[in-house]
């Protein structure tokens, strides 16, 4: 055998070696991003849980309130008039049907989407906003929407929530890890050259890392007692693979701002 088909074996061995390390690589980059996408799910799981249990503190609070007027009217003055009881049964049916609700709302929230749909932007930063609201309210935290535009989206509408609800819910931590009087956090959509803008900006001071880009990087946590660190890094994952947009994120004068950019519908 001669020199030049000896090399040009040696050239189709380190070929099929390559091959063989390319495809253990695209294997390896699917299983971290799997046991990622896992790790981010029981995360927002938990996360979910807290809010529901923030949601639904106050009606059963309302409902203890209406049951112990009741019981002390009977007790104290040993009657009770058919109207006041259907009053009762009309407030708690009121409060427990708004409980049913909120169940409704995270039951959506984590249904699987099989295919992408033509969804209203504005829906969707509601809905992300009556999960999150009290849990915000009970720490104190102001929550705006502004709404310049109202376009549509064509793309998976409950990541698209589960993404800004990782914003907001990131950007409480930060406002409750520094301490920050009358925090505040801005939801503000517009349109912008056939793209749909949604900005999540706080007032916490601002992202302390350079460069900025690496608070998306897996697995990177800083000043958030017991994160994870795979919050943000999905919330890029859902925008940019799975909805062709853009998430960035940029300090202004009083903290932090997150830009979701999609393509119109």
């Known amino acids: 055998m001669d020199k030049e088909q000896q090399y040009k074996q040696k050239i189709a061995s380190l070929e099929t070696e390559l ?42 609070m309302e409902i203890s309130s209406i049951l112990m007027k009741l019981e002390a009217k009977i007790k104290i003055e040993d009657s009770l008039s058919k109207k006041e009881v259907i009053e009762a049964i009309e407030r708690s049916n009121k409060v427990t049907k708004y409980m049913s609700n909120t169940i409704d709302d995270f039951r959506e929230f984590f249904a699987k989407e099989r295919q992408k749909s033509i969804f209203k932007i504005s829906d969707q930063v509601k809905h992300a906003a009556n999960i999150i609201a009290t849990t915000l309210a009970n720490k104190n935290i102001k929550l705006d929407i502004i709404i310049k535009s109202n376009p549509s989206i064509h793309g998976y509408k409950n990541e698209y929530s589960q993404v800004l609800i990782n914003l907001i819910s990131n950007a409480k931590d930060i406002l409750l890890h520094r301490d920050i009087k009358n925090g505040q956090i801005t939801v503000k959509i517009y349109q912008k050259d056939n793209m749909c803008i949604t900005e999540v900006i706080d007032n916490a001071g601002g992202v302390s890392v350079e460069p900025l880009d690496k608070v998306f990087e897996p697995f990177f946590t800083v000043e958030k007692k017991d994160g994870t660190g795979v919050g943000l890094f999905m919330a890029k994952l859902i925008v940019e693979d799975n909805m062709s947009g853009k998430l960035g994120v940029s300090n202004t004068q009083n903290g932090a701002k997150f830009t979701i950019s999609l393509p119109l519908s």
């Not at 971290?32 to 503190?57: D, F, P, V, Y």
């Open 19 to 60: 091959q063989e390390l390319y495809t253990k690589l695209d294997n390896n980059t699917a299983q971290s991003n799997k046991i990622l996408t896992e790790q981010s799910k029981l995360a927002a799981m938990g996360e979910m849980i807290g809010n529901i249990a923030h949601q639904w503190r106050q009606p059963l």
